[in-house]
């Protein structure tokens, strides 16, 4: 199975910082990863798709780039909403979905 | 409007057994991807299995051989039988929707399933 590494674990960042979340396949997937949002007792919603395009309704300071093996997720501006973890998710067809362990970002 | 609600979670000894169901509106469950996603307390996501559309089915190393994926098309309804339970099995169990090179789209809200004596 593909393996995906996330980092940081944990970001600490202040309101209108610019974070970058990285993400990392033990092989090439292409550009199908996607990036989830889950905030707590809730389940996780889909920020972007195909590594860079913006979900329908997801803010438009969200924004991922990337190919192959290497994805970054990037929140322009942070707003107190984004507060939450963050899953990186491949879902290509040569084998089964795997997700990152997760970044969590919190309150500086 | 897309639905999906979970169903049949619950406390249950070490070695038992439960079935998870997740009961659809808006969509049929037979042409898309259904897979349960479960999460542990205070951990990441694990998908543990999927019936594709054709009905073929996938199973995560950690559960082949003790959980069951189903479906059930006149009823709308995704199951998940999950025998000889371990403790770490316990998770937030989530029904979840998805496409041939898709994201997921949709979840639902999760059921709880607690292995413990």
């Known amino acids: 199975d593909i393996q995906m590494t996330q980092s940081p674990s944990t970001l600490s960042a202040s309101v209108g910082d610019r974070v970058t979340i990285t993400c990392r396949a033990s092989q090439s997937i292409s550009s199908w990863l996607a990036w989830y949002q889950q905030k707590p007792g809730k389940p996780p919603k889909l920020l972007i798709y195909r590594a860079s395009s913006l979900e329908s309704g997801a803010p438009s300071r969200f924004s991922g780039s990337g190919s192959g093996t290497e994805f970054t997720l990037t929140i322009s501006s942070l707003q107190p909403d984004d507060f939450a973890t963050y899953y990186c998710?491949?879902?290509?067809?040569?084998?089964?979905?795997?997700f990152g362990q997760g970044t969590k970002v919190e309150i500086k | 409007e897309v639905q999906m609600v979970e169903s049949g979670g619950g406390l249950v000894q070490p070695g038992g057994s439960l079935r998870l169901s997740c009961a659809a509106s808006g969509f049929r469950v037979s042409a898309n991807y259904m897979s349960w996603v479960r999460q542990a307390p205070g951990k990441g996501l694990e998908c543990v299995s999927v019936?594709?559309?054709?009905?073929?089915?996938y199973y995560a190393e950690s559960v082949e051989g003790r959980f069951t994926i189903s479906r059930d098309n006149s009823k709308n309804t995704l199951y998940l039988q999950m025998n000889s339970l371990r403790a770490e099995d316990t998770a937030l169990y989530y029904c979840?929707?998805?496409?041939?090179?898709?994201?997921?789209?949709?979840w639902g809200q999760g059921t709880l399933v607690t292995v413990s004596s």
């Open positions: 019936i594709y559309s054709g009905g073929r089915t």
């Open positions: 998710q491949q879902y290509t067809n040569f084998s089964p979905w795997t």
């Open positions: 979840v929707r998805s496409q041939q090179l898709a994201p997921i789209d949709y």
